[in-house]
T-cell receptor
Framework: EPEVTQTPSHQVTQMGQEVILRCVPISNHLYFYWYRQILGQKVEFLVSFYNNEISEKSEIFDDQFSVERPDGSNFTLKIRSTKLEDSAMYFC????????FGSGTRLTVV | GEDVEQSLFLSVREGDSSVINCTYTDSSSTYLYWYKQEPGAGLQLLTYIFSNMDMKQDQRLTVLLNKKDKHLSLRIADTQTGDSAIYFCAEADFGNEKLTFGTGTRLTIIP
């Protein structure tokens, strides 16, 4: 069964550093998403991406965040200057006929 | 904005049925989902229902939708220890739109 692959599975970074989270979508999916889940809380929508541009973003997705599809396959989420409160599990999801989530990247900002 | 609410905890004896409830506010919700999250793991899609359906059954899982009351439930028959997890309901207006998740219900199985 096709999978959404996320790397790394766990990343520890110092406050103020830039991080890039990577996702390999299912090959025939056209819609891409990032969600995050702060420990013990609900899953929150960050951004959706279609046709090489952002289609919707939440208020969480401020200027510190960006997404791109640099090589036509990977889908990345960049956080420019991480804050302690960015510590969370970040999920990539893709949708074609149905939604599929990756297994997540646990980001810890220290 | 949209809001999806669930009770936080549910404890059920092994072998009994579990019923997890969810309410939502968005009247244009078309797709309603149930996801399972085991400790430290990702989100596993269990089942989904379209808003023009009242019920969907899939093996031990039964989803009931009361669109008038905006109430969704997931029934797990013959609950097993492997069913211990957090269960999230989620809604979307269209199949490829963003999902709005509920707070999650932690299901604990009592031996």
């Amino acid at each position: 069964e096709p999978e959404v692959t996320q790397t790394p599975s766990h990343q520890v970074t110092q406050m103020g550093q830039e991080v890039i989270l990577r996702c390999v979508p299912i090959s025939n999916h056209l819609y891409f998403y990032w969600y995050r889940q702060i420990l013990g809380q609900k899953v929150e929508f960050l951004v959706s991406f279609y046709n090489n541009e952002i289609s919707e973003k939440s208020e969480i997705f401020d200027d510190q965040f960006s997404v791109e599809r640099p090589d036509g396959s990977n889908f990345t989420l960049k956080i420019r200057s991480t804050k302690l409160e960015d510590s969370a599990m970040y999920f990539c999801a893709t949708a074609g006929y149905g939604y599929t989530f990756g297994s997540g990247t646990r980001l810890t900002v220290v | 904005g949209e809001d999806v609410e669930q009770s936080l905890f549910l404890s059920v004896r092994e072998g009994d049925s579990s019923v997890i409830n969810c309410t939502y506010t968005d009247s244009s919700s078309t797709y309603l989902y149930w996801y399972k999250q085991e400790p430290g793991a990702g989100l596993q899609l269990l089942t989904y229902i379209f808003s023009n359906m009242d019920m969907k059954q899939d093996q031990r899982l039964t989803v009931l939708l009361n669109k008038k009351d905006k109430h969704l439930s997931l029934r797990i028959a013959d609950t097993q220890t492997g069913d211990s997890a957090i269960y999230f309901c989620a809604e979307a207006d269209f199949g490829n739109e963003k999902l709005t998740f509920g707070t999650g219900t932690r299901l604990t199985i009592i031996p």
